[in-house]
């Protein structure tokens, strides 16, 4: 799923209008460098055809590899006991584990009518700043932290890559479901003041448009239902609990040579609060 999501983010055609420019000048404007620290992995090379075309057309070759969601523990939420005396599935509980299963879904073609995400999702609001061909757009765009601990940084007043679901034209804003699909490096003659006529290399994070299953009441009777039937299904949380370095307490103890009372150092795992908020994956069975 994500590899097509990126191949066509990343399919490389040449920009429309493909103009005479001068290459070779490094961007001397601040402003086109890249705030990106540097690679850690680059995944693919360049593909041949990309190359011909590099004196003018538009290049994006992954940069950084997405971060995948990567859940800390495993449990499993069990149907038949909702609601039944003595255990810890309500019905409550399973709502809310709906809600954001709801969310790490994207609506396709796939014969479950989704599949699971496998980058992290955001709302984005976004300014189209140049079009890259192929509805995919370089955007001055903001969006919230998402992921366990925040892995994805939010994002302000950031230019971003985007592969947007229509055909769209510049100067538009909007505000779309995106997925982050990792940072790319974008080869491109910037068509936007003041860097018109310009070849930049831009590291950037991009997000593929897509839209999430919808949590409503026929939304969650559906989940259940193929549940029932069989189906696969698992959400992650991120969810608090008491921090087993310091069993919660916030601190420890160290015992004092001819004193009374135990020395109590702050736990630096939890930063003394005695808790720790951890990444778990709850599967769902009937
Ligand atoms: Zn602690």
């Known amino acids: ?19 005479t420019t001068t290459v070779g000048t490094k961007p001397a404007d601040p402003a086109a460098a890249t ?33 995948l969601p990567d859940a800390k523990a495993n449990r499993t939420f069990q149907l038949s006991k909702v609601n039944k005396l003595g255990f810890t599935e309500t019905s409550k509980e399973l709502q809310r584990l709906y809600s ?6 994207i609506i396709d073609g796939s014969p479950a009518g989704s599949s699971k995400a496998t980058g992290y999702l955001t709302t984005i609001n976004y300014a189209l700043v140049q079009d ?50 990792g940072t790319v490096a974008l080869r491109f003659t910037a068509d936007y003041a003041p ?38 299904m698992s959400a992650t949380t991120n969810e608090q609990i008491s ?10 103890r160290e015992a004092q040579k001819g004193q009374l009372l135990d020395k109590r150092v702050p736990c630096a795992e939890c930063a003394s609060s005695g808790k720790a908020i951890i990444s778990v994956e709850t599967k769902f069975v009937p």
């Open 132 to 181: 890259l061909g192929d509805n995919r757009f370089l955007a001055k765009a903001a969006w919230p932290a998402s992921g366990p601990n925040e892995v994805l940084a939010a994002g302000v007043d950031t230019m971003a890559v985007l592969l947007l679901d229509k055909p769209a034209k510049l100067g538009d804003t909007g505000k779309i479901s995106g997925m982050h699909v």
């Open 243 to 252: 921090c087993k370095k310091c069993g919660g307490l916030g601190f420890t």
């Open 35 to 67: 705030a990106s620290p540097p690679a850690t992995t680059i995944t693919q090379t360049i593909p041949k055809a990309a190359e011909a075309d590099e004196d003018t057309g538009v290049i994006i070759t992954p940069f950084r590899s997405l971060t």
């Open 100 to 105: 954001a299963f709801a969310t790490q879904r």
């Open 1 to 19: 799923m994500t590899m097509r999501l990126l191949f066509a983010l990343l399919v490389s055609t040449l920009w429309a209008s493909a103009q």
């Open 195 to 232: 860097l018109v006529g310009k070849r930049l290399t831009l590291r950037r994070e991009a997000f593929v448009e897509c839209a999430t299953l919808e949590d409503s009441p026929s939304g969650l009777q559906k989940f259940v239902d193929a549940i029932n039937a069989g189906a696969e």
